[in-house]
C-alpha cells in the first residue's frame, strides 16, 4: 500500500443514460420554448398595435375635446372641420390635382439628388487626394441654409415645377453625398491589404470590395432622405407657386382657414410616410447584413 | 539545401515609423535586421509585443518598403505589393458580403484561374477543414473559428509558396487554438508551402515550427535563433509531454522575459528623464 501522490482525476459515470425519453424531453422541452417565444411575439405585436391607435385616438379625442374650450379653435381648428375639409377637397378634385404636382416635385427631386449625389461621390470617394481639394467647397456649399437656394431657383427657372425639382433634389444631395463618401472611403485597411495582396486589380478592388462596401451607407441615406425632398417640394412651393400642396397650405392661411393647412400639412405627412413604407425593402436587401445591425423600424 | 535561394530574406533591413502629427517623432521598429527562411521550412517569429514581427510580414507582403536594406522573395527585390505570397492576418478579413464559398473562390478570380477550377478546388479545402454544408453561409453567420478556418483556406487554395500568418490564432478559444493549429499542420504538410508565422504563443511556435527566430524588444533586431528538432508530424495536443519541449520553452522564454524587462527600464528610463 504505498502513499498515491499527485492529483487524480476520476471521470464522474454520467448518473442516467440519456435514453429515448430524455430525447423526446429535450424535443418537448425545445417546442415549448419556440411556441413561448412566438406567443411573446404575437402579444408584443398586439401590444404595439393597441398602444399605437390608442395615441392616434388620444391626440384626436384630446384636439377636440380641447378645441373651442382650451384654446381657440381659430388656433387649432377641430379633427371634424379638418376632415370636412378633407372631403371637401377630394369631392372637388383639388386634392389629385395639387397633391401631383407636390409628388411629382417630391420624386423627382428626390431621384435627381441621389443619382447626383451619388454619381459625384464616387470618384470624389475613390480620389482621397481630390477630395481632400474640393472639401472646403462643399462644406461651404453645405452650409448654405437649403431653403435660401429656393429664391435663386426661382430667379433661375421661373415658377413652374423645375426650382421645385432642383429644391427637393438640393435638399437630398448632401445626405446621399456625404453618406456616400463615407461609404467609401471606410472600407477597413484590412480588407484592401488582404485583397491586394491576393492579387486584386484596381478594378477587382472596386468590384469586390470597395463597392458593396458602401452599398449600405448609401442604401440608409437613400431610405432616410425622402422626407428631405418633400421639405425642399413644399418650402418651394410655400416661396412662389399657385400649384401644389404648399400652395393649398399658403393659400388656406393668408384666408385665416387653419383647417385647410392642418388638412394639407397632413397629406404631406401622409405621403412621405407611404413613400417611407415603400422603400423600406431597401433595408433589407442586404441578406449579409441582417444580424449584423439589426435596427429597429419605426414604420 | 544550404546553396539553395532562400524563400525569403531579409538582409540588414531597418524601419521607421513616423506617427499622425507635427511633433511625431520618427519610431525605429526594426534595427538591422537579417534572416532567411528555405523553401518548405515552417519559422515561427516570437518576441515583445510591438518588436517589429509583424512589420517583417508586412515588408515581404510588400504592403511597406524597408527604410534600408533589402526585402527578397526568391532572390528578386520585393517592390510593391507581392502578390506572391499569401497573407493571413489576425483579423479574418473576409468579405462580408460574399458567402463561405465566394470567400475562397476571390484569390482565384483575382488570379484568373479559369472559373470551372474555382469551383471544385475551393469546394475540396472547405472538405479538408471539415466546413462542408456552410458553403452558403455569410462570414456573420459562422463561428470565429469557421471564419478562421475560411480565412486560412482561402489563402492556401491559391497554392502560393509562402505564406505569411500574422497571430492567426491570437483571437481564438485555447481548445479552438490548439485544434487549429493541429488542421494547420496538416494543411501544411500536404503542399510544404515556405511559413513565417509570427506568435505571442511560444507553445504554439515549438509546436508547430522548423525553427524560431526571437527578436529583441523595439527597436527589433533578431535576438536568438532556435532549431526544434521535435519529430514531424508532431502532436500539437501533447507537444509538452515531448522530450526536448521543456528546455526549449524554458530558453525562449527566458530570452523573451529578458527582453521584456529591458524594455521596461528602458520605459523608466524616458519617463525619469522626463521629469
Same mark, same amino acid.
Do not use: C, N
Given at each position: 500500500?504505498?502513499?498515491? /501522490?499527485?492529483?487524480?482525476? /476520476?471521470?464522474?459515470? /454520467?448518473?442516467?443514460?440519456?435514453?429515448?425519453?430524455?430525447?423526446?424531453?429535450?424535443?418537448?422541452?425545445?417546442?415549448?420554448?419556440?411556441?413561448?417565444?412566438?406567443?411573446?411575439?404575437?402579444?408584443?405585436?398586439?401590444?404595439?398595435?393597441?398602444?399605437?391607435?390608442?395615441v392616434l385616438v388620444a391626440i384626436i379625442v384630446g384636439w377636440d375635446l380641447a378645441s373651442g374650450r382650451l384654446i381657440r379653435t381659430f388656433f387649432v381648428s377641430s379633427p371634424g372641420a379638418v376632415a370636412r375639409q378633407l372631403a371637401d377637397w377630394i369631392a372637388s378634385g383639388q386634392l389629385l390635382y395639387h397633391g401631383q404636382f407636390t409628388l411629382t416635385a417630391t420624386v423627382l427631386g428626390y431621384v435627381v439628388g441621389s443619382v447626383a449625389a451619388i454619381l459625384l461621390a464616387w470618384p470624389l470617394g475613390l480620389m482621397p487626394r481630390l477630395f481632400r481639394i474640393t472639401e472646403p467647397y462643399f462644406l461651404v456649399a453645405y452650409s448654405i441654409p437649403a431653403v435660401a437656394m429656393g429664391p435663386i431657383f426661382i430667379l433661375w427657372f421661373g415658377l413652374g415645377l423645375t426650382p421645385k425639382i432642383l429644391l427637393a433634389a438640393y435638399f437630398v444631395f448632401f445626405i446621399v453625398f456625404v453618406n456616400t463618401v463615407v461609404g467609401f472611403q471606410q472600407v477597413p485597411r484590412g480588407l484592401l491589404d488582404v485583397t491586394r495582396v491576393m492579387g486584386a486589380s484596381r478594378s477587382d478592388l472596386l468590384r469586390a470590395v470597395i463597392l458593396p462596401s458602401a452599398v449600405p451607407y448609401v442604401l440608409a441615406a437613400l431610405r432616410s432622405t425622402l422626407p428631405a425632398a418633400m421639405i425642399g417640394a413644399v418650402v418651394g412651393e410655400f416661396i412662389a407657386s399657385n400649384r401644389g400642396l404648399g400652395y393649398l397650405a399658403n393659400a388656406a392661411a393668408s384666408e385665416y382657414?387653419?383647417?385647410?393647412?392642418?388638412?394639407?400639412?397632413?397629406?404631406?405627412?401622409?405621403?412621405?410616410?407611404?413613400? /417611407?413604407?415603400?422603400?423600406?425593402?431597401?433595408?433589407?436587401?442586404?441578406?449579409?447584413?441582417?444580424?449584423?445591425?439589426?435596427?429597429?423600424?419605426?414604420? | 539545401m544550404a546553396t539553395s535561394t532562400p524563400a525569403v530574406r531579409l538582409r540588414n533591413v531597418y524601419k521607421a515609423f513616423i506617427g499622425q502629427g507635427r511633433t511625431a517623432r520618427p519610431l525605429l521598429a526594426l534595427e538591422d535586421v537579417s534572416f532567411a527562411a528555405r523553401p518548405g521550412e515552417f519559422v515561427g517569429l516570437v518576441g515583445p509585443s510591438g518588436c517589429g514581427k509583424s512589420t517583417c510580414l508586412n515588408l515581404l507582403a510588400g504592403l511597406t518598403a524597408p527604410s534600408a536594406g533589402s526585402v527578397e522573395h526568391h532572390g528578386a527585390q520585393v517592390a510593391g505589393v507581392n502578390t506572391k505570397v499569401g497573407y493571413i492576418t489576425q483579423d479574418d478579413n473576409l468579405l462580408p458580403w460574399r458567402s463561405l464559398l465566394a470567400n475562397v473562390e476571390l484569390g482565384l478570380e483575382f488570379r484568373g484561374v479559369p472559373r470551372e477550377e474555382w469551383r471544385r478546388r475551393a469546394l475540396e479545402f472547405i472538405e479538408?477543414?471539415?466546413?462542408?454544408?456552410?458553403?452558403?453561409?455569410?462570414?456573420?453567420?459562422?463561428s470565429g473559428g469557421m471564419r478562421k478556418r475560411a480565412s486560412i483556406i482561402r489563402t492556401l487554395v491559391y497554392d502560393t509558396d509562402v505564406v505569411l500568418m500574422d497571430e492567426p490564432f491570437g483571437p481564438l478559444d485555447a481548445q479552438t487554438r490548439v485544434i487549429l493549429q493541429a488542421e494547420l499542420q496538416k494543411l501544411w504538410e500536404r503542399d510544404r508551402p515556405t511559413v513565417l508565422f509570427v506568435t505571442h504563443d511560444l507553445v504554439?511556435?515549438?509546436?508547430?515550427?522548423?525553427?524560431?527566430?526571437?527578436?529583441?524588444?523595439?527597436?527589433?533586431?533578431?535576438?536568438?535563433?532556435?532549431?526544434?528538432?521535435?519529430?514531424?508530424?508532431?502532436?500539437?495536443?501533447?507537444?509538452?509531454?515531448?522530450?526536448?519541449?521543456?528546455?526549449l520553452y524554458d530558453a525562449l522564454w527566458s530570452d523573451i522575459r529578458a527582453e521584456i524587462q529591458r524594455a521596461r527600464q528602458g520605459e523608466l528610463q524616458a519617463v525619469e528623464g522626463s521629469r
Open positions: 500500500m504505498g502513499i498515491e /501522490t499527485g492529483a487524480r482525476v /476520476t471521470a464522474l459515470e /454520467t448518473p442516467l443514460a440519456l435514453g429515448p425519453e430524455a430525447a423526446s424531453g429535450s424535443a418537448r422541452v425545445l417546442a415549448d420554448e419556440l411556441a413561448r417565444r412566438d406567443r411573446a411575439v404575437r402579444e408584443q405585436r398586439r401590444f404595439l398595435l393597441i398602444a399605437r391607435v390608442g382657414a387653419t383647417e385647410g393647412v392642418i388638412a394639407a400639412v397632413f397629406v404631406m405627412a401622409l405621403i412621405v410616410l407611404a413613400m /417611407t413604407v415603400l422603400l423600406r425593402p431597401l433595408s433589407g436587401a442586404l441578406r449579409w447584413q441582417r444580424g449584423i445591425d439589426a435596427r429597429g423600424d419605426i414604420v | 479538408l477543414v471539415g466546413l462542408g454544408g456552410f458553403e452558403g453561409h455569410y462570414p456573420h453567420e459562422l504554439e511556435a515549438i509546436a508547430l515550427s522548423d525553427r524560431i527566430f526571437v527578436f529583441t524588444s523595439r527597436p527589433g533586431t533578431i535576438k536568438r535563433e532556435y532549431r526544434v528538432d521535435l519529430p514531424r508530424p508532431r502532436d500539437v495536443f501533447r507537444i509538452h509531454e515531448t522530450t526536448g519541449f521543456d528546455d
